[in-house]
Antibody, heavy 120, light 107 residues
């Protein structure tokens, strides 16, 4: 069965960086992309960007450009999201989500979420 | 960017009611529209993809419709487990965008 398993919660100071991992199993990793979505406490869902696990192409939300980098390691079927220069408003649960072309496999499987807390 | 305007932002309803939630896109998105349900402290769950296709395992009381700029999620007969927050998502063009959510509460 398809599973996305994320790394554990993180506490970071303002200005630091965080790197969240997302290990995929149960499907051919390179046949799909991974999107990252975050949710601040009590707020809605925010799409952060996407990476193709096939060729590494990316597309990031404009507001995060320059601070976010998404990568994949096909040898371990793992996706990574690194966010730099953290601010208090980056405090959120971060989700990795499988994304395939068309509609059938769009946002169908989600990781369990990783809470990132930014606090001095 | 495509804006997704979801309405209402909150509503209360009773078990057995028929409920409709609407998402309006600021420009056409074909049928690249999905609906999600999220309960407090839980991971979002996809209900509908491609505007009107029911996710496997989701009860048939959930349905989706629409194309272009107007989309609806309908719950034909509310059950106690349906009280949650619902989000639409367009994935027609970057940046993908979510609606602001509809919190469905018990009346």
């Amino acid at each position: 069965q398809v599973q996305l398993v994320q790394s554990g919660a993180e506490v970071k100071k303002p200005g630091a960086s965080v790197k969240v991992s997302c290990k995929a199993s149960g499907y051919t990793f390179t046949s799909y992309g991974i999107s990252w979505v975050r949710q601040a406490p009590g707020q809605g869902l925010e799409w952060m960007g996407w990476i193709s696990a096939y060729n590494g192409n990316t597309n990031y939300a404009q507001k995060l450009q320059g601070r976010v980098t998404m990568t994949t390691d096909t040898s371990t079927s793992t996706a990574y999201m690194e966010l730099r220069s953290l601010r208090s408003d980056d405090t959120a649960v971060y989700y990795c989500v499988r994304y395939g072309p068309g509609g059938v496999a769009a946002f169908d499987y989600w990781g369990q979420g990783t809470l990132v807390t930014v606090s001095s | 960017d495509i804006q997704m305007t979801q309405s209402p932002s909150a509503m209360s309803a009773s078990v057995g009611d028929r409920v409709t939630i609407t998402c309006r896109a600021s420009q056409g998105i074909s049928n690249y529209l999905a609906w999600f349900q999220q309960k407090p402290g839980k991971v979002p769950k996809r209900l509908i993809y491609a505007s009107s296709s029911l996710q496997s395992g989701v009860p048939s009381r959930f349905s989706g419709s629409g194309s272009g700029t107007e989309f609806t999620l309908t719950i034909s007969s509310l059950q106690p487990e349906d009280f949650a927050t619902y989000y639409c998502l367009q994935h027609n063009s970057y940046p993908y965008t979510f609606g602001q959510g509809t919190k469905l509460e018990i009346k």
